[in-house]
């Protein structure tokens, strides 16, 4: 069996759900399909998330533009004033959750309502193809990725996920199945999600518990490119690409494929193909394992709006391994990132998603150890595979407040 995965903008609009069907069409293996909210609905959610639980009368007008443009698209792939049932049902659904009052628990909330992105998405497509010709299976994958109940950013039961998987995913009676990326549940069937962007993760979860022969993420791009072709002119696309080599990319913030999907492939020896839904005959990117060397061009990669914080001990002593040990266990608790960290003699800097923190909180924390200075609206500057030229020109013109290389990567952390 294989695994196919399709991102926001495979499935934006009527003409892309069209085309899905005509790439599945030409298929006839068994396969899982995971999908992802349509288009921009995910970032939709999440304001309504905050109106509901801010509650705010605001939270019926967003889910005014949920059911509308969901709708708009039903009406044009089913003919006018035609929605289909199961999707009408997920709507009420959501509008009786919103109904009532929130908990106290802002990611458990979160994870409870954001999950209507993806089951309405998947039930579209599903409805699309049985009318379309191309009978297929939904799934609510609820059902099988199995987690614990850390909202938001769950961790898989792998062993229970398998065992799941296997029971849902037979082939016995179909050959297609469609359903969710991104979520899961806990063993009390409370919802759950596995962070954003997290449908990429799904994908890999069902390849390696069903030992599925490819993974395939479907994108609109024609596989993976030396740089994001939104930030850099002159991309080239790369043929082939090793697990680590992948690693290295999503890793540093190549948004191309989420971080989290390559060790299940790589555990499992599962080779993951990148192509694109615009033009699927061509052959996109293949990621496995790659034991000569390869020649590739300096692959770049760029993250942008991030926090540089250096701390400093007050009484002047050295960073110590305690100190580093401190400062990281309170912000895993707090479950913020740290995208790198460097240390001098006194010096411990730390690169964070500035979108993630709350500044205030986090610097009064941290206050009574160490005196503080910070910077934001950064950009961290990843070269993999860098030349000298290559180095020269990156940083022409650049203020550089940190820097870091090793044999094949160079990073420099810029203001924006
Ligand atoms: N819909 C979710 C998001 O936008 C998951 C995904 O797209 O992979 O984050
Ligand atoms: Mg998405």
């Known amino acids: 069996m294989n695994v196919f995965k399709f991102g926001g903008a495979s499935v934006k609009d009527a003409d892309a759900v069209r085309n899905l069907a005509k790439i599945l069409n030409a298929y006839n293996t068994n396969l899982v399909v995971v999908i992802s909210a349509m288009g921009k609905t995910t970032d939709l959610l999440e304001t309504l998330v905050k109106a509901y639980f801010d509650e705010k009368d605001q939270k019926w007008d967003i889910l005014g533009l949920f059911k509308s443009y969901h709708t708009e698209i039903c009406h044009q792939l089913f003919g006018e004033g035609v929605t289909p049932k199961p999707v009408l049902n997920h709507f009420e659904e959501l509008e009786e959750k919103l109904d009532k009052a929130p908990s106290l628990d802002y990611n458990f909330e979160y994870d409870q309502i954001i999950c209507f992105g993806e089951l309405v998405s998947t039930q579209i497509v599903s409805e699309y193809l049985n009318v379309a010709g191309k009978p297929s299976q939904w799934v609510d994958v609820r059902t099988c990725i199995r987690t614990d109940d850390l909202h938001r950013d769950a961790n898989i039961d792998w062993e229970l996920t398998g065992e799941l998987c296997k029971q849902v995913f037979t082939f016995n009676e179909n050959n297609l199945y469609i359903t969710q990326g991104f979520i899961g549940s806990t063993p009390a069937n409370l919802t759950t999600t596995l962070g954003r962007e997290g449908s990429d993760f799904t994908a890999a979860i069902i390849g390696n518990v069903l030992d599925a022969e490819s993974v395939s993420f479907w994108k609109d791009v024609p596989g993976v490119l030396s740089a994001d072709p939104k930030k850099m002119e002159n991309t080239t696309k790369i043929d082939a690409l090793s697990y680590r080599e992948a690693v290295e990319m999503t890793h540093s913030g190549a948004k191309i494929i989420h971080p989290k999907t390559m ?4 555990n499992k020896g599962i080779p993951l193909y990148v192509k694109s839904f615009l033009s699927p005959d061509d052959p996109g990117t293949v990621i496995q394992a790659i034991d000569h060397k390869i020649e590739l061009p300096p692959i770049f990669i760029i993250r942008e709006n991030l926090a540089l914080i250096t701390l400093s001990p ?11 040990d401190r400062v990281v266990n309170f912000l ?10 460097q240390q001098s003699a006194i010096d411990l800097n730390l690169v964070l ?64």
């Not at 007050?314 to 580093?324: Q, Y």
């Not at 895993?332 to 960290?341: D, G, S, W």
């Open 263 to 266: 060790k299940p492939l790589h």
């Open 332 to 341: 895993i608790e707090n479950r913020v990132k740290v995208t790198l960290m």
């Open 353 to 416: 998603d500035a979108g993630e923190a709350d500044w205030n909180w986090l610097l009064e924390e941290l206050e009574p150890f160490y005196s503080i200075r910070y910077n934001t609206g950064l950009t961290l500057i990843t070269i993999r595979h860098y030349t000298e030229e290559v180095l020269d020109w990156m940083v022409k013109e650049k203020d550089i407040y940190l820097e870091q290389h090793s044999r094949l990567t160079a990073r420099m952390l810029v203001k924006s």
């Open 314 to 324: 007050k009484d002047f002593s050295f960073i110590s391994i305690e100190d580093i």
